[in-house]
């Protein structure tokens, strides 16, 4: 596509890559995420519409946080996939670790969802009240193939970002979508279960039938890959358990303290002021950020798979990104700032009036969250490359702390509700995540670059 050549081993790109090469490259995995981004909307304004919308609502927000964690682990195997899979070797190694991790996670998500656990955790610990705790038990029973079914397909779409079969994911994606709505539909009409129930249902059939479908369109690239046992001669990339292991942990840990804040913040927002309306806020909010946060967020794998072998690229792809913030900044700033904020969460995601008002600030604040994304995005996938996975972890470490340390002071120091001291925590902590990384970037670019 447009003469990009993509990590060949022997081949190094050319120099001359212009913004729309990165644009064409960009767009299908723009819309895998744009499309993922829809689902949480999506499943939130049917829930609504469910009995007792508001404690379904907060018990569904709760479990996909909790799935999350367990998911957290094998989100950076895309990265991973794209950057390492050279050879059948590579291949082998890395799915063979990879399917280690599927089960270890799944075996953990079984485990955490023995009742006296669950309850332990949600009830004791995080300060749930039974009926909320109930729901959201309902609902993580559904979502046990999620961590597994995410951890197989973003190591297949790995492979396709490297051979340049980005379609194929944006394909993936719709067959995602398709089934999660058809299975919402069928169990939203049906009227028989809780709405947090129908969410974690819908939500597992689409991933499941991704993953499958990834799997399937990957078949002929790994019957490529069997030509090519060995394509390296340097002894640091013929990879091994130990060596995926030195490489991996570090971007499993980011992940996890990443989304394992979650359950923290979710515990600081039941001590909070109006922690119930928050609970039912912050899902809606969150998931419509994260509409415009996906962007930036496929935007790692593009800086991955076109950055070249010598870093040739960086300055190209650092303008799309300064470019790409801007834009993301600009429109959400628009609908957070004006009546569109009404016309979404009222008209659209279907909360009352009263949650409605209540959603309005916690947006504000999160208007500026797509162009951190970005950057960090982009200074992520710099490091990937670098083999410096160990700066990411720290830098999110850092993030993790400021968000911890904050919702203590505004929990218990000042009068801000819930949503508010939440959402003000994950932008100043993905801020001082950026700077932190900026000077290793930069150095990493500097010794690189030839």
Known sequence: MFGIEIMNDSTTQRTALTQKEILYFWLPLASTWLMMSVEGPYLSALIARLPEAKINLAAYGISFSLAMIFEAPVIMMMSASTALVKDYNAYLQIKKFNIKINLILTFFLLSFNIPQIFYFVTE???????????????????????????????????????????????LGTFVRLISMSLTALILYLWGELSGALVGGISLSSGVISEAVFI??????????????????????????QKKI???????????????????????????????????????????????????????????????????????????????????????????????????WFYNISGLSKQLSDF??????????????????SYQRAVLVIGRKTKLITIGTAIEFATIILLMLFFIHKTNLVGAVSATLSFVIGRALACLYLFFPTIFTLRKNVK
């Open 124 to 170: 004791n610990l995080i300060g749930l009240p039974k009926t909320v705790s109930f729901l959201s038990h309902q609902a993580t029973l559904a979502l046990i193939p999620f961590p597994a079914s995410i951890g197989l397909r973003r190591f297949y779409q790995g492979i396709l970002i490297r051979n340049n079969k980005t379609k194929y994911i944006a």
């Open 245 to 343: 292991k030195s490489f991996y942990i570090p971007l499993a840990f980011t992940s996890l303290l990443t989304i394992g804040i979650q359950p923290f913040v979710t515990f600081f927002v039941g001590q909070s002021r109006m922690p119930l309306e928050s609970f039912a806020v912050l899902p809606v909010v969150t998931s419509f950020v994260f509409i415009f946060r996906a962007i930036g967020l496929s935007y790692q794998e593009v800086v991955v798979a076109l950055i070249g072998n010598y870093f040739e690229n960086h300055k190209d792809l650092m303008l799309f990104s300064l470019k790409l913030s801007l834009f993301l900044v600009a429109v959400l700033s628009a609908i957070a700032f004006s009546i569109l904020s009404d016309i």
């Open 215 to 240: 799997r399937i369109v990957s078949s002929d690239l790994i019957e490529r890959l069997k030509l090519k046992k060995n394509t390296t001669e340097n002894e640091f990339e013929i990879l091994n």
């Open 359 to 376: 959603s309005k600030i916690p947006l504000r604040i999160m208007s500026f969250f797509p162009a951190l994304t970005v950057l960090i």
